[in-house]
């Protein structure tokens, strides 16, 4: 995966998770909220609508107990029972259609005799009908009773009161009133407190055994005497188990969930279900989630804008420097990354390109030094062949003295390439860092010798004049004796070799209470003063000793500086163009390099 | 014209390379001169006009490259033979060379001197010109 997609899904999580998990917890808060707060709505709904519709059964049990209770109306069904003659019909129906007359609310009233034949009756069609086994008979004979009754399909249902008519302790008859419905419908239909979703059903299970509703429905105009109850889980058949509960997970006659409440109505066996959609209850929260997703996803568009935006800044400076490196990977060195910024990726640009000028300059250090050497190391390998060669040549004849001088030859040769090797070799270990170190006790006055005398082949070719001045208390330093006579002899060499013939050479060692200072003067070429600064740089050589011979390495300075350095001394120089050069070193007399690391070296 | 002496130009900085050079040449039969450095060079080319220069590139005071530029400048100059011999083998310095007219471009190392005289002398045998 790319960083700059690392980025994006980092904001983006960290911008979303948290928004989530809030906008979840207060959805979830708000649901449970708003169920339980439903829950007790429609609880306190159906006590009242349970005593709302007892009320109305209150009413009419009320209005059949004063019916029931008219001692001449009992008295003369007492005699019709006995003797059903038409007179005394007639004073029953004009006992009831007084009783009618009395009561705008009964709509009909009928009285049926002891022996289940209908003796009078507001509708004049029922006279006369044997009413015997019916329910209503049955159960008018024993109680008072109020009953919701079908009128017949698309007709609006009545209710009908049931009641025996008793006079001195015997069953007369069974009064039978019918009343409008109205009242009970107006409160079943009342919406009040349930929304656009909710509302109030009644349940019965009728002869046929099935429950039905025995109102229409809010959603099922229709379902009167006719829809029954589905399955057994339903709110309504919990009611008519007699349950007093709320139920959340309930499914509606339509099969939609609904917050359900159910009472049970002992007397009439009516199961009372008051219930609203869950989606209507839960509105407030459907619509919280729904702005919240809205938000998350308005968020997650701003975030992944803003993070590409931000992204791509914080990326552009490390692809830029990823640019610059493949091509530094591939070789090429003269590449620097351009657009700077202002921070920590800057400071790395910066510091990439200051690496990459330095790698330049020792690339070109190592080209030109490979050259070099290669040229270096392949003069005295030249000279070793042609001599050698020419002294096998059988077509090329020369005298004895010849022969000795083309060996000396070859030997000069020789000895030079074994020093250049040990100068590469020295070089090697300073750069490594593994120069080897022994703390050797040196005379001075007899390294000095030493390096004159290894030198004197070239002292006498140039008719150099070496004049040395050693100090009488001169004592011995400790330092390795190989390092002291590779300073020297680098310092002397350069002495001659840049001096024209004739010159002299000074050389003073003098003792200080802790140090020695070594000093050697020449008259020869001096180092011009613009490049004084990189003459201990490895590889290098002033112009004027190139112009001067092509041999030398550019390494002699550079080691004598590593190794005075390490042996705890300092060098340092005077000189001007063809004015000469003074150069110094001053060395401790005790040991200063430290042997821990030496150590460690070997 | 093999009775004919020819004369060699050395330019060579480093003596000992030189010194068996003109042995061998003057072994050979050669009229040699030797020069340690490119200044010197052009004088002597000028002044003893060789059939031939055994020309080194890395030279104190005047490099090769540019001394043989310098000489090409010279009428006598011109048409001179110059076999460049260097221990550097740079394509740069090569094309360099070659490109002012060298007759060759030898690394030093790569030769014996028994070859190197046979190579000058069959080259001397040849016509040359040079059309800078």
């Known amino acids: 995966m790319r960083l700059i997609e690392k980025i994006i899904l980092l904001l983006l999580g960290l911008a979303l998770v948290p928004l989530m998990l809030v906008g979840g917890s207060l959805y979830l808060y708000a649901q449970h909220n708003i169920e339980r707060e439903t829950e007790g709505n429609l609880n306190s709904i159906a006590t009242i609508q349970e005593h709302r519709i007892a009320s109305i059964r209150a009413i009419n049990l009320e209005r059949l107990t004063n019916f029931t209770s008219r001692t001449q109306l009992k008295t003369i069904l007492g005699q019709y029972d006995q003797t059903p003659t038409p007179a005394s019909q007639v004073q029953l129906i004009a006992n009831i259609t007084q009783a009618k007359a009395a009561d705008s609310n009964l709509s009909n009233i009928t009285i049926i005799s002891n022996k289940g034949v209908v003796a009078a009756s507001t509708d004049p069609k029922l006279t006369g009908s044997n009413l015997a086994d019916t329910e209503s008979f049955k159960i008018g004979s024993r109680q008072n009773s109020v009953q919701l009754v079908s009128r017949g399909k698309g007709q609006k249902p009545v209710i009908y009161l049931y009641g025996p008519l008793v006079l001195n302790n015997q069953v007369n008859g069974v009064a039978e009133i019918e009343v409008g419905s ?20 009644i349940v019965q299970i009728l002869l046929g055994g099935q429950a039905t509703y025995l109102t229409s429905l809010r959603f099922d105009k229709q379902a009167a005497f006719n829809r029954t109850v589905a399955g057994s889980e339903s709110a309504e058949s919990k009611a008519l188990m007699g349950q007093t509960t709320t139920l959340t997970d309930s499914k509606d006659y339509r099969g939609v969930p609904v917050l359900a409440a159910t009472r049970y109505i002992k007397d009439s066996k009516w199961g009372l279900v008051v219930k609203i959609d869950q989606t209507e209850a839960f509105q407030a929260a459907t619509q919280l989630r729904s702005e919240f ?62 690496m990459l000028d330095n790698l330049e300059v020792l690339d070109k250090a190592k080209s030109d030094f490979v050259s070099l050497a290669s040229h270096q190391l392949r003069t005295p390998l030249t000279s070793i062949k042609w001599y050698a060669e020419s002294l096998l040549d059988p077509s090329f004849k020369i005298n004895k003295p010849k022969q000795k001088h083309y060996l000396e030859q070859l030997l000069a040769s020789n000895d030079r390439m074994i020093e250049l090797v040990n100068a590469l070799l020295n070089v090697s270990r300073i750069d490594f860092n593994k120069l080897p170190a022994k703390a050797d006790k040196v005379q001075l006055k007899d390294a000095l010798e030493q390096v004159i005398s290894d030198l004197s082949v070239r002292i006498r070719e140039k008719n150099i004049v070496i004049d040395t001045k050693l100090d009488p208390k001169l004592g011995p330093i400790i330092i390795d004796r190989s390092w002291i006579r590779v300073i020297l002899q680098d310092l002397i060499s350069n002495a001659i070799k840049y001096s024209p013939p004739k010159q002299h050479v000074g050389i003073t060692i003098e003792q200080l209470p802790e140090h020695v200072l070594i000093q050697v003067k020449d008259n020869g070429v001096g180092i011009p003063i613009s490049q004084q600064s990189k003459i201990f740089t490895k590889f290098f050589r002033a112009d004027n000793a190139r112009r001067l011979g092509s041999d030398g390495s550019g390494l002699g300075m550079y080691i004598t500086k590593a190794m005075v350095e390490r042996a705890g001394g300092t060098i340092w120089f005077e000189s001007g163009e063809n004015a000469g050069t003074i150069f110094y070193v001053k060395l401790p007399t005790q040991d200063h390099h430290d042997h821990k690391r030496t150590d460690d070296e070997k | 014209m093999a009775d004919k002496r020819h004369k060699i130009l050395i330019v060579e900085d480093e003596e000992a390379l030189s010194e068996i050079l003109r042995d061998r040449f003057e072994n050979e039969g050669f009229d040699v001169f030797v020069a340690k450095d490119g200044a010197q060079g052009l004088l002597m080319a000028l002044d003893k006009e060789p059939d031939v220069i055994l020309l080194d590139i890395l030279l104190p005071k005047l490099d090769g490259l540019s001394m043989l530029k310098k000489l090409r400048t010279y009428e006598q100059g011109k048409n001179m033979r110059v076999i460049v011999t260097t221990n550097i083998n740079d394509s740069k310095e090569v094309h360099e060379a070659l490109a002012l007219g060298a007759r060759d471009f030898l690394v030093k190392s790569d030769w014996v001197l028994a070859d190197l005289v046979d190579s000058v002398r069959s080259q001397l045998e040849e016509p040359y010109r040079y059309v800078g």
Do not use: C, M, W
């Open chain 1, 182 to 201: 109205d009242d009970l419908l107006a409160i079943v239909h009342d919406y009040t407190g349930l929304g656009k979703t909710g509302e109030t059903t």
């Open chain 1, 293 to 354: 997703l809205l938000l998350a996803f308005i968020s997650s568009v701003l975030v992944v804008f803003t993070a590409t935006a931000l992204a791509q800044r914080a990326t552009q400076p490390i692809l830029d420097i990823d640019e610059v490196a493949e091509e530094v990977s591939r070789g090429k060195l003269a590449d620097r990354v351009h657009n700077i910024t202002n921070d920590e990726l800057g400071n790395l640009a910066t510091t990439f390109n200051t």
